[in-house]
């Protein structure tokens, strides 16, 4: 066979758009599939991202951003770290993502993002996968050995969460219990429940009037300085410069 490089160049050379390849995973429900240029504007997007997105067809996204889809607050941070892939010229592997639907409610996906080579060499984009374990089956068993785990702390963030009684649910002890979580999603335990609790917050300041001591409260924080501190260190603002940006923002 003559150069794999070569031969590969002319396959793609024939086809009318590489990106035709995409069309895969319309077949499997699972695996929600977009890519991006350089500047976080979708080029191409599968089925699942059009449902996730309430978007009648691929074209009503091509060309935009996150920032036209989803909360500014987290819209930001994906493309923040589409910037990141691209300029460390390296992939994110499975990492734990809390996705809005179109109605705002939060969906657990694992997600990979690699960056994309053009011009050369050089990074001109992103492209991902993101896999609803829900929909997954026994493919995705050791996520959904942990769904109901998942699903006490989306449901009760509010509440006091006992890590030992996770453990208890999840018939291990602690310590084998935070080493199985943090193999399958990469943080800990407890760093999944900060997550959502500050994701929760996040969105209560965006979305309300209350006073940050009661969205504090509601959000599992019952020490409103240590809320304070936590959501500073996980966003670089204060509660109450956050809802500021992105209150004004939605104006």
């Known amino acids: 066979m003559k150069d794999i490089s070569q031969f590969l160049e002319e396959f793609h050379g024939r086809l009318d758009s590489p990106m035709q390849l995409s069309r895969l995973f319309d077949c499997l429900p699972e695996l929600y599939f977009w890519a991006k240029d350089e500047h976080s504007r979708f080029v191409a997007v599968s089925s699942g ?7 009648d067809s691929e074209e009503q996204m091509l060309g935009r951003t996150d920032l036209e889809f989803y909360p500014r607050n987290l819209a930001e941070h994906y493309i923040e770290e589409d910037r990141w892939v691209m300029r460390n010229r390296k992939p994110v592997k499975d990492q734990a993502w809390l996705v809005p639907n179109h109605r705002g409610e939060l969906k657990w996906f694992i997600s990979s993002k690699i960056p994309l080579y053009g011009d050369g060499g050089k990074a001109i984009g992103t492209a991902g996968v993101m896999r609803d374990f829900e929909k997954a089956g026994a493919v995705f068993q050791p996520y959904q050995e942990m769904e109901a785990i998942i699903n006490h702390v989306l449901t009760n963030y509010s509440d006091r969460i006992d890590v030992t009684t996770l453990a208890s649910a999840a018939r291990l002890s602690v310590s084998q ?3 199985k979580f943090k193999q399958i999603f990469q943080i800990t335990p407890q760093q999944f429940i ?3 609790r500050i994701h929760a917050a996040s969105q209560a300041l965006t979305a309300g009037d209350q006073p940050v001591s009661k969205v504090a409260l509601s959000s ?9 501190r936590q959501f500073r260190a996980q966003t670089g603002m204060t509660p109450t410069a956050y809802r500021k940006k992105y ?5």
């Open 49 to 55: 991202v059009l449902a996730l997105t309430n978007s």
């Open 177 to 179: 219990f935070d080493r």
């Open 194 to 196: 900060l997550r959502v």
């Open 220 to 228: 599992g924080f019952f020490d409103q300085s240590y809320f304070s």
């Open 247 to 251: 209150r004004q923002s939605l104006a």
